[in-house]
Each structure stands twice: as structure tokens, then as C-alpha cells.
């Protein structure tokens, strides 16, 4: 079946620290790829998606490439911010149709002054 | 941009009685809506589909009569969790997605967070 690892959390950086979260995928068919996430006592923002190979997505800093031959979706960032601290989570969508996300286990981000 | 409103944001209830969760589409309809429970320091675990105008689908392990979930119209879905016990206590996440998006987009309400004395 389909399924997502990310590596597992907490990570602690300084900020303007190099942000890598890896990501990696099983699926069949071409999946879109998702990154959410969720900061403290909210529910899940949508960061950034990409929804085939080679195509990168990219929001407040934040960049991920869609790596169809490394079955690998992985999260980075140039230079955190202290606001960057939340719950980072990968997931996919293994179609186009009304299919719930299937998603990693959340990766908890820490960013100190 | 799509919003998904849920309501209450908090609650809190004695063990025996039953809690009802609103998910609201605000600004497109949405025919499915997904309901996940998330555990403390964990993942989202999906507990049902819920269609509009017919029966949720509901994951193994998910117990369709202690979590009852209506879809009465194309921008509403409850879950009724029955009974409560402490053990239901969790945060509970609703999503749902915008018709002709093209990709896979869920839009996220912003949780319910149950606690179950």
C-alpha cells in the first residue's frame, strides 16, 4: 500500500540554520506529493505540493523536490526563523479523485534565538 | 482561498456523555470530508470519509457507532463522538476538498481538541 516515512523528529536548530526534513514515499501510480504544516495548537496548513517528477514546490522560503527516481520528497530550507518552529508533515495523494492523504509521521521543528 | 471552519475548538465533557463536532466548508462545496484524530506527539490518523447524502466509510479499527458522522449537506459534516470516555480524549481534524482543484488539496480545519473527564 501506499506509505510515507520522514525522518523522525525533534530537531533542533539555531536560526538561520540549513533546514533539511527527509521524506520518502511508497506508492503506486504517480502520487502528488504534500508538505503540511502545523503549528502549536492549530490544525494543518498546506506548506507546499508538487504533483509530478521533477517539479519543485516552493512557499515562504521553504523548497521541495518531487524525486520520482529516490522515491523522495525531502523539505529544506535556507535559513529558519524562530517562526518556522512547528510540526512538519509529508504525505501523498495517490490520485486526483476524492482520496484522503496518507501522511508521515510528523516531524517536530525547534527553532532557537 | 478555501477555508474549512470547525467548531468547538475545545471541549471538555464528562465521561458517559456524547460531544458533537461541526466541519464546515465556508466558501466552496465539498462532497467528501475526511475526519482524522490526531494522539499527542503523533501522526493523523484517518478515521472515516464522509460523503455527502450517504454513509461515512469508516477505517479498520474505527467504531462506527461511537463515532457517528453525518454529512447532511454539501458544506456540513459532524462527528458525534458517543459515550465519551476518557480514551477518546484527542484532537480531532477535519478536511475536506475544493471541487476542480485538480490535485489532491485538503483544506484543514483547525482541530477540536476533546478532553474527557
Known amino acids: 500500500g501506499n506509505s510515507v516515512t520522514q525522518m523522525e523528529g525533534p530537531v533542533t536548530l539555531s536560526e538561520e540554520a540549513f533546514l533539511t526534513i527527509n521524506c520518502t514515499y511508497t506508492?503506486?501510480?504517480?502520487?502528488?506529493l504534500f508538505w503540511y504544516v502545523q503549528y502549536p495548537g492549530e490544525g494543518l496548513q498546506l506548506l507546499l505540493k508538487?504533483?509530478?517528477?521533477?517539479d519543485k514546490g516552493s512557499n515562504k522560503g521553504f523548497e521541495a523536490t518531487y524525486r520520482k527516481e529516490t522515491t523522495s520528497f525531502h523539505l529544506e530550507k535556507g535559513s529558519v526563523q524562530v517562526s518556522d518552529s512547528a510540526v512538519y508533515f509529508c504525505?501523498?495523494?495517490?490520485?486526483?479523485?476524492?482520496?484522503?492523504?496518507?501522511f508521515g509521521k510528523g516531524t517536530r521543528l525547534s527553532v532557537i534565538a | 482561498g478555501a477555508v474549512v471552519s470547525q467548531h468547538p475548538s475545545r471541549v471538555i465533557c464528562k465521561s458517559g456523555t456524547s460531544v458533537k463536532i461541526e466541519c464546515r466548508s465556508l466558501?466552496?462545496?465539498?462532497?467528501?470530508m475526511f475526519w482524522y484524530r490526531q494522539f499527542p506527539k503523533q501522526s493523523l490518523m484517518l478515521m472515516a470519509t464522509?460523503?455527502?447524502?450517504?454513509?461515512?466509510?469508516?477505517e479498520q479499527g474505527v467504531e462506527k457507532d461511537k463515532f457517528l458522522i453525518n454529512h447532511a449537506s454539501l458544506t456540513l459534516s459532524t462527528l458525534t463522538v458517543t459515550s465519551a470516555h476518557p480514551e477518546d480524549s484527542s484532537f480531532y481534524i477535519c478536511?475536506?476538498?475544493?471541487?476542480?482543484?485538480?490535485?489532491?488539496?485538503?483544506?484543514f480545519g483547525a482541530g477540536s481538541r476533546l478532553t474527557v473527564l
Open positions: 478536511s475536506a476538498r475544493e471541487a476542480g482543484t485538480g490535485a489532491n488539496v485538503l483544506t
Open positions: 506508492a503506486t501510480g504517480y502520487p502528488s
Open positions: 508538487a504533483t509530478k517528477a521533477d
Open positions: 504525505a501523498l495523494s495517490a490520485d486526483s479523485g476524492n482520496t484522503p492523504l496518507v
Open positions: 466558501d466552496f462545496q465539498a462532497t467528501t
Open positions: 464522509s460523503n455527502e447524502g450517504s454513509k461515512a466509510t469508516y
